[in-house]
């Protein structure tokens, strides 16, 4: 995708979403931090569910330890892997506590030390929490990146540095908010609706899939 054409990629899609935001709910840095990893291999809208009442009476990594596992899991028992996740929240929330004071560290090694936390959580931290411009490479964004051809790359890693290089400068923060929704709502994986796509002249996908009958076709 030309200089151009990639400008106009994310003009358009901020065009249509001004101020792009996680579909995560949280409250701090911390339960952002907790909601994101319990994300893994699970929805947003299930994390959602299961976290609102936790998150009323945790908010902090001592609270979390004050819970503890048993009682982590009991909340989130509903979300995939939960057994493993507690595990990890808990023995994070210990790390922050002795090592960081209770507070969230902005600093993307540090939170990759953490257990349950990896390359693409610390970014989703560093730009929600800390207006870091990170791009945080998902399955939804890998796929847009490579469908479209924004930044293609064989893996997450290649995928998020040709995000980093070809990315304007208006656009750094929120661009990993605008690519994931986009890939959740528009750029599906089986089906892509290409026929309600704002960018599908830009896009390097084809052939673009047709508009089922009825269907009311982007301008």
């Known amino acids: ?46 994390v959602n569910k299961a976290t609102r009442r936790l998150f009323a009476e945790v908010d902090t990594p001592q609270t979390m330890l004050d819970l503890g596992e048993e009682g982590l899991r009991e909340h989130i028992k509903t979300i995939g892997l939960f057994n493993t996740k507690a595990k990890n929240v808990i023995a994070a929330a210990r790390i922050l506590v002795d090592k960081y004071d209770g507070e969230v560290p902005r600093d993307r090694a540090a939170l990759e030390e953490l257990p349950g936390v990896g390359r693409k959580t610390a970014n989703v931290v560093l730009n929600t929490a800390f207006g870091e411009e990170t791009f945080a490479v998902d399955t939804h964004i890998f796929r847009v990146g490579n469908r479209t051809g924004l930044a293609k790359g064989k893996t997450p890693l290649a995928v998020e540095l040709k995000l980093d290089k070809v ?53």
């Open 1 to 46: 995708m030309k200089r151009d054409d990639v400008f106009e990629f994310y003009r358009r899609l901020a065009e249509a979403n001004p101020s792009p935001e996680t579909e995560l709910e949280y409250t701090n840095a911390y339960t952002l931090l907790v909601a994101v990893a319990l994300s893994a291999q699970a929805t947003d809208v299930g």
């Open 167 to 219: 990315t304007p400068g208006p656009f750094r923060r929120g661009a990993h908010h605008w690519l994931i929704l986009h890939g959740r709502y528009i750029c599906k994986a089986r089906r892509p609706e290409c026929w309600r796509c704002p960018v599908a002249d830009l896009c390097a996908f084809k052939p673009k899939t047709p508009a089922p009958a009825g269907a009311k076709v982007s301008a």
